[in-house]
């Protein structure tokens, strides 16, 4: 049995408002995360992962992206992954364990702020 309000949701609201104004900002300055779990199809098992952070249309570096996996509903097999530097990009593999819509978030620091970009993939 899962508790229907999160035991820490005065505490991840406190800082809510701030960023997403944070992330309003940097998407306006022309920061975009991309990656090919936008548009690979996606199995059940392991995935390759690659992300990239633009600033406007030229590739820049940061020091890491944070990959977080969500089942709606459920936080049973949420996950989060420290996603390193590889020849520029930030790779690594992700893994579903059964069919059916993940949110994944894709989250780094740029001057002190956090960026973020969620979206949905189906796995099938």
Known sequence: HEAVIDKNYYEKGLNYEKEIADNVLLKKEGYRLDS????DSLKVGSNPVEVKLFLKEQKIQTNSV???????ATEKFNSIQKLEPIEGNFQSKIEFPFEGDWRITLRTKIDNKNFERSFLVNVK
């Open 36 to 39: 090919n779990l936008l548009t």
């Open 66 to 72: 944070l990959l977080i996996k969500e089942r709606p």
